[in-house]
């Protein structure tokens, strides 16, 4: 995965960022298809505030903080309408979540900032080339897994943006996602209905981090998490899906650890720390840029 992280790009916001993570290349496959296997995700956020309330508001001693996530009409595959629905509005939910333990709310008080993220291009839970609907992923099931990278996509930029606007926070949040993935063994009879294979083997388990839908035969199990690395903290933790136990399938390379809520956990945490690399740079990029244009000023 190439993560590209940008802030300042709307002048007319307090803080704005745009985050964009497309699947690496891949030159030496063929692929029979003109559409992507697995498509990038796009995604601009811009904070409006800290700015004071009504004065019909009652006083409030902390920020009162509103997120706000809407996919575009071309987003994904099937057009999206100009209301949000249920999903986008569960997405803002839980972006609130993992940002509300950040904020240093008590230094605004009787306060208000909007965080608004539009997705430009979203995951699916299905290949383009394949027809919608079927299946465990399919994309007019109710898998959903995509959401899930849309979340933690959320979360980054969301992130990147409210640095920007230059409000107080305990730290960097960074969003990550893992999954647990079925391999079909390739000695798997076609129109087997069960997981054992001719030879005696079952289907394997893999976790993956940073998981495309249309990649990957069947997601069992996934993770979000937003993760501050500084302080060790979650602020957002997000779990779908069923881990199956270690009798049903065989594990790679004997790795028998990998079946269990926690270590799903930690590997989100893992790819979350990966990803505020990335954040950490582009918000240190755009403080230098700035500081370095208000000395030109002065001068």
Known sequence: MLLV???????????????????????????ASLAPSSPALKLTCTVHGPRPLPRSAPFTPQIQLSTHIKFASFAARQRRGYIRDASERDLAVHLETALRGVIIGDRWPK????????????????????????????????????????????????????ADAGIDCLDLVSGGVAAIVKIQNPH???????????DGQKDQLQLVL??????????LAAC???????????????????????????????????????????????????????????????????????????E
């Open 5 to 31: 992280l940008k802030t300042g790009l709307t002048p007319s916001a307090s803080g704005s960022a745009y985050l964009e993570l497309s699947p690496s290349t891949n030159t030496t496959e063929i692929c």
């Open 111 to 162: 306060s208000g900032v909007d965080v608004v993220i539009t997705v430009l291009e979203g995951e699916e839970d299905r290949w383009w080339g394949e027809e919608s609907g079927g299946g465990t992923t399919g994309v007019g099931s109710v898998g959903g897994w995509g959401m899930m990278n849309v979340l933690a996509g959320c979360i980054t930029v969301a992130s990147a943006a409210i």
């Open 188 to 198: 798997k009879p076609p129109d087997g209905d069960t997981d054992m294979t001719e």
């Open 210 to 219: 940073d998981p495309a839908p249309p990649e990957h035969q069947e997601i």
């Open 224 to 298: 979000v998490v937003g993760y501050l690395s500084a302080r060790d903290e979650i602020t957002e933790l997000w779990f779908k899906g069923n881990i199956p136990g270690s009798a049903d399938f065989s594990i790679p390379d004997g790795r028998s650890q990998i079946a269990g809520v926690g270590s799903l956990v930690d590997k989100a945490v893992e790819a979350a720390t990966a990803v505020r690399l990335v954040l950490g740079e582009a918000v240190r990029e755009a403080a230098e840029l700035r500081v370095g244009q208000s000395t030109r000023d002065k």
